[in-house]
């Protein structure tokens, strides 16, 4: 159980462009869910957190107007990136939690590359 | 600024050695986490330490929590190269913080050699 999917699994987009980033749990109820950003061969950095419903508390350095959360049911959330730049680049990892599990772990994504050309 | 920090960034050694990762964080925290990640995939929840003193093992790994001295470790015993990966810790929920958030450590990248 506790299984979350992330959509797509490798996207490539011209700059400038926007891209939307799925993150699904799919077997249980994700009331909070969590966008995280990898650099190669860095450590994973919290951009934002959303809980169903309202709107996403964005992490300091992170521009809420680029990268626009919508948490709007239960086992979807979606990450928008806004006119791509290649410095957007970057390994994109979800996580979600719930009050059906130990609402104290997070269940990780697969994660989305995003290269922007 | 809460800080998590690993020590090494990054190990090599032979199969069949023991070594030891080390995460240090800045702030009082309820539980810590530790993850493997392979190239290009997304994180294994490996251990989840609850308490001072906590102390888990699966197969050749084993961590353990001293919450006094904000330290957790992570023991290889007799490494194989099916453990190379890189591990990360994570730290979270804070006091007074936003609920489950986790602020990982820097990660060790661990290659084990034959």
């Known amino acids: 159980g506790a299984v979350v999917s992330q959509h797509p699994s490798w996207v490539i987009c011209k700059s400038g462009t926007s891209v939307k980033i799925e993150c699904r749990s799919l077997?249980?109820?994700?009331?909070?869910m969590f966008w995280y950003r990898q650099f190669p061969k860095q450590s994973l950095m919290l951009m934002a957190t959303?809980?169903?419903?309202?709107?996403?508390?964005?992490e300091q350095g992170v521009e809420k107007d680029k990268f626009l959360i919508n948490h709007a049911s239960l086992t979807l959330s979606t990450l928008t990136v806004t006119s791509a730049h290649p410095e957007d680049s970057s390994f994109y990892i979800c996580?979600?939690?719930?009050?059906?599990?130990?609402?104290?772990?997070?269940?990780f994504g697969p994660g989305t590359r995003l290269t922007v050309l | 600024e809460l800080k998590v920090e690993q020590n090494p960034l990054f190990l090599s050694m032979q199969e069949g050695k023991n070594y030891t990762i080390y995460c240090n964080y800045s702030?009082?925290?309820?539980?810590l986490y530790w993850y493997r990640q392979d190239p290009g995939k997304s994180l294994e929840s490996l251990f989840v330490?609850?308490?001072?003193?906590a102390v888990k093992q699966e197969g050749r790994l084993m961590a353990s929590l001293d919450t006094k001295a904000r330290l957790s470790t992570l023991h290889i015993t007799a490494a194989v190269h099916d453990l190379s990966a890189t591990y990360f810790c994570?730290?979270?929920?804070?006091?007074?913080?936003?609920?489950?958030?986790?602020?990982f450590g820097t990660g060790t990248l661990l290659a084990v050699q034959p």
């Open positions: 996580s979600a939690s719930g009050p059906e599990l130990n609402t104290d772990t997070q269940y």
């Open positions: 077997d249980f109820q994700a009331t909070t």
């Open positions: 959303s809980n169903e419903g309202s709107k996403a508390t964005y």
């Open positions: 702030t009082t925290s309820d539980r």
């Open positions: 330490l609850l308490s001072n003193g």
């Open positions: 994570a730290v979270g929920p804070f006091y007074g913080g936003a609920t489950n958030k986790l602020i």
